[in-house]
């Protein structure tokens, strides 16, 4: 990395921009940033995630999701640059391949929630597919790495699969079609 941020702020937003990697300059309500920021908003929900006690494979998991959204936060601040490779998503297949071997199968939707753990994997899975789709709304306006995509997609998937594995003990919270309907 050629800079390193010394002073935190610059004063150089103030007038509504920011800068890209590139050293383009670009309004802060752009559709970049808020892929950007979901990005980052998505990467603080496994950071938060992470401070619950997690199984150990769990754990490696995520803390290397959160290098991978890095990688993604980086490519999206570079235009035109390409950082998530098709090796990230086949790794992202094979883990939730592996977390969801070890699961019964599902029959019915199950609700978000359970333990606090597997409510926190809910609650970045659902933020991944708000960043998946501005996502793919900025693919409609500018080039975005399919792989980008393909990864954000995997990655609401293995949230998904992580929050069961996590809720293996207290169980899945079956959805009861109309279950309020006649009261």
Same mark, same amino acid.
């Given at each position: 990395m050629g800079h390193r941020l010394t002073k935190i702020y610059t %004063?150089?937003? &103030?007038?509504?921009?920011?800068? *890209?990697?590139?050293?383009?300059?670009?309004?802060?309500?752009?559709? %970049?940033?808020?892929?950007?920021?979901?990005? &980052?908003?998505?990467?603080?929900?496994?950071?938060? *995630?992470?401070?619950e006690n997690l199984a150990s494979e769990v754990r490696?998991?995520?803390? &290397?999701?959160?290098?991978?959204?890095? &990688?993604?936060?980086?490519?999206?601040?570079?235009p035109g640059q390409v950082d998530i490779t098709q090796r990230q998503v086949e790794r992202l297949e094979k883990t939730l391949d592996s977390f969801n071997a070890g699961?019964?199968?599902?029959?019915e939707f199950?609700?978000?929630?359970?333990?606090?753990?597997?409510?926190?994997?809910?609650?970045?899975?659902?933020?991944? %597919? %708000?960043?998946?789709?501005? *996502?793919?709304?900025?693919?409609?306006?500018e080039k975005v790495s399919e792989l980008s995509r393909n990864y954000v997609n995997r990655l609401s998937d293995l949230l998904f699969v992580i929050g069961r594995v996590l809720n293996r003990?207290?169980?899945?919270?079956?959805?009861?079609p109309g279950k309020n309907r006649d009261l």
């Open positions: %004063r150089t937003g &103030d007038n509504g921009s920011t800068g *890209l990697g590139d050293g383009t300059r670009i309004d802060k309500d752009s559709l %970049r940033i808020e892929v950007i920021g979901e990005v &980052d908003e998505l990467n603080s929900c496994i950071g938060l *995630l992470l401070a490696v998991c995520l803390i &290397d999701i959160q290098h991978d959204l890095f &990688d993604l936060g980086g490519e999206l601040c570079m699961l019964p199968p599902l029959k199950i609700l978000p929630g359970g333990s606090r753990a597997a409510s926190l994997a809910h609650l970045a899975r659902t933020v991944c %597919r %708000r960043a998946e789709r501005s *996502l793919v709304k900025l693919s409609k306006l003990e207290s169980g899945d919270i079956l959805w009861q």
